[in-house]
């Protein structure tokens, strides 16, 4: 087959259209067009119309997972997900070129789970601070595998992670009496992941904390002692 027309579409900016001599047409990413040097009156065989389709969609995908992952990082699971997703009037993806994709993002290192859970866990603890727990499930729902996970998450932070939770949520309980300040903050913390005892803990000390100790009804509460 020949090469009888090239030329842009209006959209998208960066891709253009061969027009093939037996009435067909492909759409190639403009770095597949320099790169193969094309140009009108050039002849093709159907293996070098599969190589050039299959060159620009590894570009295209490409292109589309950068701009994905400019916004944060990404698990290489969220990003299969994305570039896997159906585009209305345009082929499905074909899964083999989007793991090559991924690996090459990898190369490029501007793929790794072990780094995108490590800005997952500080973000969440600068922002939003969660049991080890409840992260884990966060992270694994976005294919971290667990070895990852175990690198990563350090549950023996969670009392620390705890109290940067409640202290957040502190003006939402002034002027509670202990009973509905302990059930609110608790439950906030639940919420949260954390285990009974953290979250019993957390809220005991936020009150002595706050107001010097815990009444003296309340069982088990730890007391300020008398100097």
Same mark, same amino acid.
């Not at 209305?88 to 989007?98: F, L, S």
């Not at 866990?121 to 667990?146: I, K």
């Not at 953290?198 to 008398?226: C, I, N, Q, Y």
């Given at each position: 087959?020949?090469?009888?027309?090239?030329?842009?579409?209006? $959209?998208?900016?960066?891709?253009?259209?061969?027009?093939?001599?037996?009435?067909? $047409?492909?759409?190639?990413?403009?770095? @597949?067009?320099?790169?193969?040097?094309?140009?009108?009156?050039?002849?093709?065989?159907?293996?070098?119309?599969?190589?050039?389709?299959?060159?620009?969609?590894?570009?295209?995908?490409?292109?589309?997972?950068?701009?994905?992952?400019?916004?944060?990082?990404?698990?290489?699971?969220?990003?299969?997900?994305?570039?896997?997703?159906?585009? =209305?009037? $345009?082929?499905?993806?074909?899964?083999?070129?989007?793991?090559?994709?991924?690996?090459?993002?990898?190369?490029?290192?501007?793929?790794?789970?072990?780094?995108?859970?490590?800005?997952?866990?500080?973000?969440?603890?600068?922002?939003? =601070?969660?049991?080890?727990?409840?992260?884990?499930?966060?992270?694994?729902? %976005?294919?971290?595998?667990?070895?990852?996970?175990?690198?990563?998450?350090?549950?023996?932070?969670?009392?620390?992670?705890?109290?940067?939770?409640?202290?957040?949520?502190?003006?939402?309980?002034?002027?509670?009496?202990?009973?509905?300040?302990?059930? %609110?903050?608790?439950?906030?913390?639940?919420?949260?992941?954390?285990?009974?005892?953290?979250?019993?803990? @957390?809220?005991?000390?936020?009150?002595?904390?706050?107001?010097?100790?815990?009444?003296?009804?309340?069982?088990?509460? =730890? %007391?300020?002692?008398?100097?």
């Amino acid at each position: 087959m020949k090469i009888i027309a090239i030329h842009q579409p209006k $959209k998208p900016l960066l891709h253009w259209i061969l027009q093939l001599d037996d009435g067909s $047409k492909m759409e190639l990413a403009e770095s @597949t067009l320099v790169a193969h040097q094309l140009a009108v009156g050039d002849e093709l065989t159907e293996s070098d119309l599969t190589e050039l389709q299959t060159a620009s969609d590894e570009y295209i995908l490409l292109d589309a997972a950068l701009h994905f992952l400019a916004a944060r990082p990404r698990s290489r699971q969220e990003v299969r997900r994305r570039l896997l997703r159906p585009r =209305p009037g $345009k082929r499905p993806p074909d899964p083999a070129t989007v793991d090559r994709v991924l690996e090459r993002l990898s190369e490029l290192e501007y793929l790794s789970d072990r780094e995108f859970a490590g800005f997952w866990v500080e973000n969440r603890d600068q922002f939003s =601070p969660r049991s080890a727990r409840a992260m884990r499930h966060e992270l694994a729902q %976005r294919g971290v595998d667990r070895e990852t996970l175990d690198a990563t998450l350090d549950s023996d932070l969670d009392a620390e992670r705890a109290m940067r939770a409640a202290r957040q949520r502190l003006r939402s309980v002034a002027g509670l009496d202990y009973q509905a300040f302990a059930r %609110r903050l608790s439950g906030f913390l639940l919420r949260r992941g954390f285990g009974y005892d953290v979250a019993r803990e @957390t809220v005991r000390a936020l009150w002595l904390e706050s107001h010097g100790g815990v009444p003296d009804d309340v069982a088990g509460a =730890p %007391r300020v002692e008398d100097e």
